[in-house]
Each structure stands twice: as C-alpha cells, then as structure tokens.
C-alpha cells in the first residue's frame, strides 16, 4: 500500500502564496498520476490539479489555471502544489491522491474522486483577508 502526508497548509493573507508537498511512501509507488483535490466548509471536494508522473505532463482546475502550479519529485517521491496569490476562496482542506493505474488520465475524467486509489489525510489551507 502507498501512503501519502501532506504538509505545508497554514494560515495566510490574501495575495500570499504557499507550496504544499505530499511525500508518498509504499512499494508500488510511483504510480500513473497524483492530483491535489480540496474541500471548503460546507463543500464538496473538488478537482484542483493532477501530473502524469513519467512526463510531468498537467491538468488544472480553472479556478487555480495560473495562479497554482503541481510538480513531482522522482528522488524524494514528492508532490507539490505551489499556490501564488492565493484568494479567501482557497480556503479549503488539501488532499493529495494518487491513481495507481491511470484510470482518470483523461480530460473528462481528471476529476472523478473515485478512479484515484490512495490518498492522504490533508493539509488546511486558511486565507484571511
């Protein structure tokens, strides 16, 4: 089994930034694709970014498209999601996942929760004004 901690949420200011990591351990890690999900209060948890592990290749959200940027780390099997100017509405719990096999590597899929495989128990990201 693989298991994901995130770390680096905290409290900031509207138009800060903060880079949260995800480093995974586990035998079968790396897999297809890790994404980075949140949930706000009262929310669903949403899609925010997903990377093809072998060729770093994107998706985003396009709440997060040019403010937020997901990159992986082959030596340090790590995950990080680099958010700039960050709004009151980045409010959320962070989530990385990892789709072992890449069952969600399709534009119309990216987003769909359930073809992820493992996930970690979050980070909380506040944004104050």
């Known amino acids: 089994q693989v298991q994901l901690v995130e770390s680096g949420g905290g409290l900031v200011q509207a138009g800060d930034s903060l880079r949260l990591s995800c480093l995974a351990s586990?035998?079968?890690?790396?897999?297809?694709?890790m994404g980075w999900f949140r949930q706000a209060p009262g929310k669903e948890r949403e899609f925010v970014a997903a990377?093809?592990?072998?060729?770093?290749?994107?998706y985003y959200a396009d709440s997060v498209k040019g403010r937020f940027t997901i990159s992986r780390d082959n030596a340090k099997n790590g995950v990080y999601l680099q958010m700039n100017s960050l709004q009151l509405e980045d409010t959320a719990v962070y989530y990385c996942?990892?789709?072992?096999?890449?069952?969600?590597?399709?534009?119309?899929?990216?987003?769909?929760?359930?073809?992820?495989?493992?996930w970690g128990l979050g980070t909380q990201v506040t944004v104050a004004s």
């Open positions: 990377i093809k592990w072998s060729d770093g290749n994107t």
């Open positions: 996942a990892g789709d072992q096999l890449g069952s969600s590597w399709y534009p119309y899929r990216i987003a769909q929760q359930e073809l992820y495989d493992y």
């Open positions: 586990g035998r079968t890690f790396p897999p297809y694709s």
